[in-house]
């Protein structure tokens, strides 16, 4: 399901915004460590877990920064990437 929001979202947002760019980034890291996990068998190697653990840090850290910067604009209701990506879709 992530995957197929991951256009969507990069077609409503700015390109050239740095809150837009981080909650790309966010998702980004989301789908691809989903898809790591989705290729990786029931147990992990060294390898695939350090993979999966920068995937994981990856996603913190734009999604601490999209909360955080999020947060100081007084147009987003909310810090969660999902409801602030819902408040600025366009009107069909």
């Known amino acids: 399901m992530l995957s197929a929001f991951l256009p969507v979202l990069k077609s409503i947002l700015e390109p050239n915004n740095t809150l837009h760019q981080h909650m790309v980034g966010a998702l980004e890291a989301m789908v691809d460590l989903v898809a790591a996990f989705d290729a990786a068998g029931p147990f992990h190697c060294p390898k695939e877990f350090q993979a999966m653990q920068g995937l994981d840090q990856r996603f ?10 999020g947060q100081k604009n007084t147009t987003l209701s909310t810090s969660t990437i999902a409801t602030i990506t819902w408040s600025r879709r366009p009107n069909f």
């Not at 913190?60 to 910067?69: E, G, I, L, P, S």
């Open 60 to 69: 913190c850290r734009h999604y601490k920064w999209a909360q955080k910067n």
